[in-house]
């Protein structure tokens, strides 16, 4: 009986929305120009389920370090911050683009190369994870999939 208590109560405090009901669409991380340091992985996130989903945090073997940012306008000067979530509505999407929310890279491995791509993980509020590829491209390449 005891054992069937348990079970129930698990089943009750278990998350009834799943990370994996977010797709990632037309994901690229930005080319590097000569002299660049930085990088930053642009992805349009489009949550099916009926709960929000936040993605808290983010890796890839192609960078030392990764954080997830955003670019606030203070007068008249935009800056670029680290933020601690993402979130993506319930049957909503949030579009990660250059001048806004994007997931940054530092200590780049190598230069990013127009026509190579990188594996990108993103770990969720409740722990999931979820890896895309992201083709690097040239900022204005990567955003030319809002015109068709």
């Known amino acids: 009986m005891k054992l069937k208590a348990l079970m129930i109560g698990a089943l ?3 998350p009834l929305a799943h990370a994996s009901d977010v797709m990632f669409h037309h994901p ?6 000569p002299g660049a340091v930085n ?3 642009f992805v349009e996130l489009v949550n099916n389920g009926a709960q929000a989903q936040t993605i808290v ?3 890839t073997p192609a ?3 990764v954080e997830l940012h955003d670019v606030i306008k203070q007068g008249d000067v935009m800056q670029m911050r680290q933020i601690e979530g993402i979130e993506v509505p319930a049957n909503g999407k949030t579009e990660l ?7 940054m890279l530092f200590e780049l491995a190598q230069p990013l190369k127009e026509g190579s791509e990188i594996e990108v993980t993103v770990t969720f509020a409740s722990g999931e994870k979820q890896t895309f590829t992201a083709p690097v491209k ?9 015109s068709h």
């Open 97 to 103: 683009k250059p001048g806004s929310l994007h997931i």
């Open 28 to 33: 690229y991380a930005r080319a590097m120009a």
């Open 12 to 14: 009750l405090l278990s």
């Open 63 to 65: 960078a030392g370090k």
């Open 57 to 59: 945090a983010a890796s």
């Open 39 to 41: 990088s930053a992985v």
């Open 138 to 146: 040239k900022v204005m390449a990567g955003m030319k999939h809002a």
